[in-house]
């Protein structure tokens, strides 16, 4: 199970963006995320999150927010930057661990 409760949301973010990121957490859905986003992973390494949102049908922030949180968790990696399929720009590529 993928539960990493790193911070999400900043301390200069408003605070209905600390109080939806507490909802999150506490309803279980940023761990539903991250479990999803790390099986999408595990099944398509090497994708920027952009690729990788495409490949597994996620939304395109969602992922890209959920991902470092699996880097802190020691669930993910960062791997080299190259031009993303998507986008046509530079993007981190992202692998399981």
Known sequence: MVDV???AAR???PVT????AEHMTKTGKRQAQQAKV???????PGR???EL?????????MVARRLPELV???????G????CRKGGRNAVTWYPV
Do not use: I, N, W
């Open 11 to 13: 301390s200069t973010d």
């Open 17 to 20: 963006s600390h109080e939806a």
């Open 38 to 44: 790390l099986k999408a992973l595990k099944k398509f």
């Open 53 to 61: 949102a495409g490949r597994a049908k996620l939304d395109r922030y």
């Open 80 to 83: 080299d930057v190259r031009q």
């Open 48 to 50: 920027t999150s952009a």
């Open 72 to 78: 802190t968790g020691l669930k993910a990696k960062r």
């Open 5 to 7: 409760r790193t911070p």
